[in-house]
């Protein structure tokens, strides 16, 4: 019996120390019992629960520290957390035999009370445990009975121990910044969740420092924390995790192009355009200034591209470069009488017969003074009239023009000379054979401008017998342009 009744001790001492001390570090538990996080202590695993058909033949489940029961389904548990006890006699007035109540030693024990109870006890508390009887008659008579219940239990008015709730009653001496959790027959002083015990005083457990609980930054707060993303980053549901924002989607700040990437977003602009200093918004690109080489004549700028402008008198090809518009062939303004001549930039309208008296015009369209004529004495034989075009501004020297003779007669000499036209020295006629010259270019020209030059041809007989010369009035029109 002493010997029994020392386990007893040792064991409630043991039990005792386990309800009364946190372990912070310690997560291991025994079996029957499984690591709180939140108290930082072990609890009791509810086999009850947890264990489909724990208990067979008709029996119940009933859950205790690190194990279970299987009794009756008319048994009564009453829990007795004092020093073990003698069997309780049987109020006045009541038969030992009806009430089957007992008291017993926390050992492993079990038996059959008088009367019909059962008794299994088991873990760290001592069980009495009570069969109803199935006689309603066997049931006390006396409403006033009184019963002797356990540390931390009263007597219900239904004549049964229950258990007395310190944490509701107020009769608990925990700590203002303690939590009081209610026990079969006593009660337990905790810290709220997101403290841990330290000494007397419940801390905050730092749970940012408990990797890895959130995804990318966590917050400490008293008793708890929460979790926050990067810029860019959203919280999913668990409020763990963090996810990428697509900021393409959901609120798109660019003007013109998005490209979502990991935790931001990129703007791009359409071909034309460039990012502004905000790098969201778009500006045009002035072509135009970035480079003069563009366009042939004139760069436009317009929203995202530019164009290119040629003067009157040209059109655009090639999207950059001017041509001259042929008017002869489009616009024929000139008379019937007058024959048109296109030239860089435009056209001109010339007499069809250009000879002056005494002139007059031949079949192959030359100008020729009769020999019969007496004013024709001292003037050309012929006069033939030309036209050409050059650009503005063309480089100099340049081979511009060719004068041939058209009859070339035996033992002759043909020399070549500019006659007129020539006040400014703009050309030079270079002869290239005995029967012909080039005009050449030596001094560049500006247009729009007209220049009228009379290239004569001498030919002289080599024996001296006749002299005669003729001219071949070359109209040479500089375009307003270079191109």
């Known amino acids: 019996?002493?010997?029994?009744?020392?386990?007893?001790?040792?064991?409630?001492?043991?039990?005792?120390?386990?309800?009364?001390?946190?372990?912070?570090?310690?997560?291991?538990?025994?079996?029957?019992?499984?690591?709180?996080?939140?108290?930082?202590?072990?609890?009791?695993?509810?086999?009850?629960?947890?264990?489909?058909?724990?208990?067979?033949?008709?029996?119940?489940?009933?859950?205790?520290?690190?194990?279970?029961?299987?009794?009756?389904k008319t048994a009564q548990i009453i829990v007795n957390n004092e020093q073990p006890q003698q069997e309780t006699q049987p109020a006045?007035?009541?038969?030992?035999?009806?009430?089957?109540?007992?008291?017993?030693?926390?050992?492993?024990?079990?038996?059959?009370?008088?009367?019909?109870?059962?008794?299994?006890?088991?873990?760290?508390?001592?069980?009495v445990i009570r069969r109803n009887p199935a006689d309603p008659q066997r049931i006390p008579s006396n409403p006033s009975h009184r019963i002797q219940c356990a540390a931390g239990y009263e007597q219900s008015e239904h004549n049964v121990c229950q258990d007395i709730d310190e944490c509701t009653a107020g009769t608990h001496n925990c700590r203002a910044d303690q939590v009081c959790i209610n026990l079969r027959g006593s009660f337990a002083c905790q810290c709220p969740p997101g403290y841990q015990k330290r000494g007397d005083q419940c801390v905050d457990i730092d749970e940012c420092t408990i990797p890895p609980y959130c995804h990318q930054r966590c917050v400490n707060t008293p008793g708890s924390f929460y979790c926050q993303c990067s810029p860019g980053f959203q919280l999913a549901a668990n409020n763990y995790t963090c996810v990428d924002i697509n900021e393409c989607d959901a609120s798109n700040q660019?003007?013109?192009?998005?490209?979502?990437?990991?935790?931001?977003?990129i703007c791009q602009c359409n071909q034309g355009y460039e990012l502004s200093s905000d790098r969201l918004n778009c500006e045009d690109i002035d072509e135009c200034r970035t480079s003069s080489y563009l366009c042939q004549y004139q760069c436009v700028n317009e929203p995202g591209k530019f164009s290119c402008m040629c003067p009157q008198g040209y059109q655009v090809v090639r999207s950059r470069t001017c041509q001259d518009i042929n008017e002869c062939e489009t616009t024929n303004e000139c008379r019937e009488d007058e024959m048109c001549w296109n030239y860089h930039g435009g056209f001109r309208c010339y007499p069809?017969?250009?000879?002056?008296?005494?002139?007059?015009?031949?079949?192959?369209?030359?100008?020729?003074?009769?020999?019969?004529?007496?004013?024709?004495?001292?003037?050309?034989?012929?006069?033939?009239?030309?036209?050409?075009?050059?650009?503005?501004?063309?480089s100099v020297p340049s081979d511009i023009f060719q004068i041939q003779a058209t009859t070339i007669y035996a033992n002759t000499i043909n020399t070549f000379r500019i006659k007129s036209g020539n006040e400014n020295g703009e050309f030079y006629l270079r002869q290239t054979s005995p029967v012909s010259a080039m005009l050449v270019l030596v001094k560049s020209l500006s247009g729009p401008r007209e220049h009228i030059v009379d290239l004569e041809m001498l030919t002289v007989s080599s024996i001296g017998t006749f002299r005669t010369s003729s001219v071949l009035r070359l109209t040479i029109i500089v375009g307003p342009f270079s191109f």
């Open 1 to 72: 019996m002493l010997k029994a009744l020392f386990l007893t001790m040792l064991t409630l001492a043991l039990v005792k120390s386990q309800d009364t001390e946190e372990t912070i570090t310690y997560t291991q538990c025994t079996d029957g019992y499984e690591w709180d996080p939140v108290r930082q202590q072990c609890k009791d695993i509810d086999e009850c629960d947890i264990v489909p058909d724990a208990c067979k033949g008709g029996m119940k489940c009933v859950n205790h520290y690190g194990g279970y029961l299987c009794l009756p």
């Open 92 to 127: 006045e007035g009541t038969s030992g035999a009806t009430t089957g109540v007992v008291a017993a030693s926390s050992m492993a024990t079990s038996g059959v009370l008088p009367g019909g109870g059962f008794v299994a006890i088991t873990g760290r508390n001592n069980f």
């Open 254 to 265: 660019c003007a013109q192009q998005c490209y979502n990437i990991l935790g931001s977003f």
């Open 352 to 394: 069809r017969n250009p000879c002056q008296d005494p002139y007059i015009l031949t079949p192959e369209n030359r100008c020729v003074c009769p020999v019969s004529n007496a004013m024709c004495r001292e003037l050309p034989q012929s006069i033939v009239y030309k036209y050409m075009s050059i650009r503005s501004d063309r």
